[in-house]
């Protein structure tokens, strides 16, 4: 654990427009620091008050917050609910039942629609398909299914019956698949005969039977596909299930099972800082309370906008920020099947024209290959669409450097649309540190300020609080309703992960470094505190010196890892994308050498690296995340000999094994 003693400061301040912040759910500073001194006041007293008001108990609750198990906390721990009642069934007497509840565009362009009502009844009849199965409260259920209608439902569905869905993304490999079906100890896998993206066909189906054949998995008796292209797939007897076939008989009503708050409502496996992937276990009402709560006010929804969240249903954004959140407060969103760059690079932004979108939340690596392409075609470049529908605009999943900041504000936001700047994880189940765009001031490149209730702080190894511009730990203090419970199977990795002793066994660790301004108290992420780098005895996060390198106009994208470095510890190592095509020979050299001087007048001469390696690209996820572990091989020099089942473009390996 380390903590980060220089950051570049950004100046430039930014205020939503008038009309935006006095039509606001939380409108003005005011407003947000009443809310605060509420939770600071009767802090148990003010998660009670908003848990009675946004959800609806079948049983409600008398017990607030449990400790008595610190960090096993409880909320709400006697009050029943389902989630699914809380996401559809409400709906159907509030008059949203004719509303579109999904307009799906699939990756051909093709868009149907489902207004609350058909929703509801179709959750119903996949609930009702998964009782005829005898899967039952309390069963684990793997999805590994596409974004689909379908597969929204399939999560509803579960919840609606008491099961805990564990969604697996599409893009990991049958091993993957498999070690978590053993891990979670699932009874049936949902997925779909293909999966379709960028024009290409992905076989689902085939790859969860090379995981059932893998072994191991004799716990899961069902298998229900979904039948997306009609393409060729094995079908085992006994076993699989086409998903049509399973809810076409069945009744339109079914009625949802009350479950405790506590009940896990999922489980989704997240990369620790071992291999081995944590299954971070979840609730049902303090998740579902926060997935409302920070739809309203962070994302300021309102019954006439058109909401899309980028995410796949297999990260924990498309969970909260794509199944629960906007179901429960009845929005009209946007379902994608495809990928960014497919037809071409102008695909989002004729989405949100097409469907005139208001609030678009995306991550900073989409746009910041978008930006790339639209300055290499103009064509796709995203003035040539109306954008004008657009009101909010978000961003979420890594820090997102000023410079990316500035052209989504510019190029997509008109601006005129606030950016919430959304600073979350997995575990912490919905965002934590972020601008409230009625409210916040925002400044590029920072999440601003915690939102009300949750109690995010600078810490040093010690636990002690740090002062403002000194960098350390992310924490959050006190307990919130939607936190993660624990790590599935693994109660005391939990422990050590996320309440490590050295700060008190009752913190939350969030396993980011972070600083807080001076004068604002503003929070800037600087990176995974295994990412933070020493070097001669200087800390530096590489979230810094990337973003140092993409301000050079010459530099796409970048990533900095560390190399363990004889005389300095540790010593930067760069892999830089550039706009223009992948340098080599003296060209590159000259390049490096420029870049190294860009960084050391940016930053510092501390922060140059020692190495620059050009490529095409980095080495990526399906969903787009860098692989650092990666890089840090590739900068040690050695052969790559992990897994890299989940990597989208191993031939950019080679490229990067030469340094500059
Ligand atoms: C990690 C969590 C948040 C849902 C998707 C990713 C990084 C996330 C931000 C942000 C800076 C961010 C952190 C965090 N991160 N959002 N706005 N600014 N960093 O969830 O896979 O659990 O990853 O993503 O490092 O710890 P995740």
Redesign the pocket.
Known sequence: MSSIESFKQEERVFNSPADFVNNAAISGMEAYRALCAEAADDYEGFWARLAQQNIHWTKPFTKKLDESNAPFYKWFEDGELNVSWNCLDRHLTNGNADKVAIIFESDDGKVTRATYKELYEYVCKFANGLKSLDIKKGDRVIIYMPMSIEGVAAMQACARIGATHSVVFGGFSAKSLQERIIDAGAVAVLTSDYQVRGGKNLPLKAIVDEALAMGGCDTIRNVVVYRRTGGDINFVKGRDTWLHELVEKQATVCEPVAVGAEHPLFILY?SGSTGKPKGVQHSSAGYLLWAMLTMKWVFDIKPNDVYWCTADIG???GHTYVTYGPLAVGATQIVFEGVPMFPNAGRFWDMVQKHKVSIFYTAPTAIRSLIKAAEADPSVHPGKYDLSSLRLLG??????NPEAWMWYYKNIGGERCPIA???????TGGHVISPLPGATPMVPGS?TLPLPGITAAVVDDGGHDLPNGKGGLLVIKRPWPSMIRNIWNDPERFQKSYFPPELGGTTYL???GAIRNEETGYFT?T??IDDVLNISGHRMGTAEIESALVANPIVAEAAVVGKPDETTGESICAFVVLKRSRPEGDDAKQLAKELRDWVAKEIGPIAKPKEIRFGDNLPKTRSGKIMRRLLRVLAKDEDITQDISTLENPAILEQLKQAQ
């Open positions: 997240t990260w924990i954004t961003s979420v999943g890594e820090p997102i700047d959304t600073f979350w994880q997995t575990e999440c969030a396993g980011d992420i990176g995974r």
